[in-house]
């Protein structure tokens, strides 16, 4: 089997609504604007007529992947080293690489009639427990502690709220936070796990002095981890942070390389690392990443909102020290799942095992009012 072209899709649906829409401005979309749904995806053809899919892609993705044809797609190892062993920018191009990565495992797992999962070696674990992910919900106070008892009655035992506001909000933005993670405390009992992100205010503005003003504020509120306080970079900063305040740090998300991972990793910082599959090289860069978390006995709970359906085969490879939880962005997915022939979604706070083969997804042409190649 030969690797024969590298197409780019972009499709367009029906208008956005219900979980779809967002209650704060997100993209541009202001609260309650719908627009159609938009999503691009990266493709690769064989010679025996088995296609990958991943999610994402453009221009640059399809000239990037150029160098696949002709090449055994099951090689998936080889030639991600391709990849990377030839002079490039990797990190200009490692957003690419992600993607046709992803799209060579699928293939892989259609090619052999399996889950990339199994492919990975799993199903290690019987479920995995999902925390809700509350991008894009309202964060005045009084809606998020509604909104968050909603989804502890469905089965969550964690959620995670976005803070609206960073250091340039002066103290009434702090004020604002603190008052949001009260809320939803209040609202869901002490037993829930309750995550604080800080990525949506732009926490890049944050000082450190910023950052242990508002971890010792939200102490008291049992905070199970304490995301992206600080710009990825501030090294020095999050280790006096980390030392500072008995809530947990976690971030990954906006490190490219293993190499920063293990720096971190050395230096104690995290509790949790969060790597993106489509940021760091796809599921072959992941699983390496995975044994490192395993190797210094943190966990891995990787940023997974677009990529939800791709990670959680990796997560279910990986035994329950290594990948005990997974994010459910809940409006997030209900856009980039919309042209899926499916819905993959947790039941009562749980994901079962994801089917294959692949990843188990594919286009619903149905869904597709209008496409075009990149």
């Known amino acids: 089997m030969k690797i024969t072209g590298v197409r ?54 399809k000239a990037f992947g150029q160098r696949l044809i002709g090449e055994d797609p099951l090689e998936v190892e080889r030639l991600w080293e391709l990849f990377t062993t030839r002079p490039y920018n990797r990190t200009e191009n490692l957003s690419h690489l992600s993607t046709l990565d992803v799209a060579l495992w699928d293939l892989s797992g259609k090619a052999r009639g399996e889950s990339v999962c199994r492919l990975l070696g799993g199903p ?3 479920r995995i427990r999902a925390y809700a992910a509350m991008l894009g ?24 709220w976005y803070l609206p506001f960073n250091e340039t909000a002066g103290s009434e933005g702090l004020a604002h936070n603190v008052a949001l993670v009260e809320a939803v405390r209040e609202a869901v009992g002490d037993e829930v796990d309750l995550m604080v992100d800080c990525i949506l205010s732009n926490s890049a503005e944050n000082s450190l002095l ?15 981890w304490l995301e992206e306080p600080l710009k990825p970079e501030d090294l020095d900063a999050y280790e006096r942070l980390g030392e ?14 293993r190499q920063q991972f293990k720096q971190v990793l050395d230096r104690g910082i995290p509790t949790v690392i969060q790597p993106e599959m489509m940021v760091v090289g796809g599921v072959t860069e992941m ?20 990529s939800c359906r791709s990670a959680l085969h ?4 990986q035994p329950v020290r290594t990948c005990p939880l997974a994010e459910w962005g809940v409006r997030i997915n209900h856009n980039v799942q919309y042209f899926f022939t499916d819905f993959y979604e947790p039941v009562d706070g749980y994901f079962q095992p994801p089917s294959g083969p692949g990843f188990g997804f594919e286009l619903d042409p149905g869904k597709i009012i209008k496409s075009r190649e990149l």
């Open 8 to 61: 780019v899709l972009e499709a367009e649906g029906s208008a956005r609504s219900g979980l779809a829409l967002y209650e704060i401005d997100r993209g541009g979309l202001g609260p309650g604007e719908s627009s159609p749904h938009r999503q691009r995806f990266t493709l690769i053809d064989t010679d025996s007529g088995v296609t990958g899919l991943a999610l994402g892609g453009n221009g640059q993705t």
């Open 124 to 126: 290690c674990q019987e």
């Open 137 to 160: 919900f309202s964060t005045d106070a009084e809606s998020a502690a509604e909104s968050s008892l909603e989804w502890v009655e469905k089965g969550f035992t964690g959620l995670k």
């Open 210 to 224: 910023y950052g242990l003003k508002l971890a010792t504020m939200l102490e008291p509120y049992g905070v199970t």
């Open 244 to 257: 500072a305040t008995s809530i947990p740090l976690a971030f990954g998300e906006h490190l490219y390389f």
């Open 287 to 306: 699983r390496k990443l995975a044994v490192l978390a395993n190797t210094y006995g943190v966990p891995m709970v990787p940023h997974a909102n677009e």
């Open 314 to 317: 990796l997560l279910f490879a």
